[in-house]
């Protein structure tokens, strides 16, 4: 089963179901905001991207966090992707975070983009 993150609930009042690319897709996100320590069960799930919101922003940072997010998709999504590539850009104030990743089941894959510390407008 697929569960929808956020967890949430269908128009039947079940638990909601989504496709697998998008409960992968989901998946690497909880990998990206979760911070190590954070959950009790799994001391070291996560990468703590979060974190880099208050920090200075500069490409040794941008590098540093590159091959922590790697590492840390590579040891808790293993069984469900192969990790292709992870690049990781400073701007500004914004740390921009770019995952290519291969499905394991379905050989598809997928790019996904997100954007940590964007000043609202």
Not at 3 to 13: A, H, I
Not at 19 to 34: G, S
Request: one cysteine or more; a negative charge.
């Amino acid at each position: 089963m697929n569960v929808q993150y956020p967890y949430g609930f269908d128009s039947s009042g079940r638990t909601a179901q989504v496709d697998l690319a998008t409960h992968i897709r989901d998946m690497v996100e909880q990998v990206l905001l979760t911070t190590p320590g954070e959950r009790v069960n799994l001391p070291t799930f996560g990468c703590g991207v979060n974190q880099l919101v208050f920090a200075p922003n500069s490409d040794a940072l941008a590098g540093a966090q590159q091959k922590v997010i790697q590492a840390s998709l590579q040891q808790w999504l293993s069984d469900l992707i192969r990790v292709n590539k992870v690049d990781v850009v400073a701007q500004d104030a914004t740390l921009e975070i770019t995952v290519v990743y291969t499905i394991i089941q379905s050989q598809q894959q997928q790019t996904e983009q997100f954007v940590y510390g964007q000043a609202l407008k």
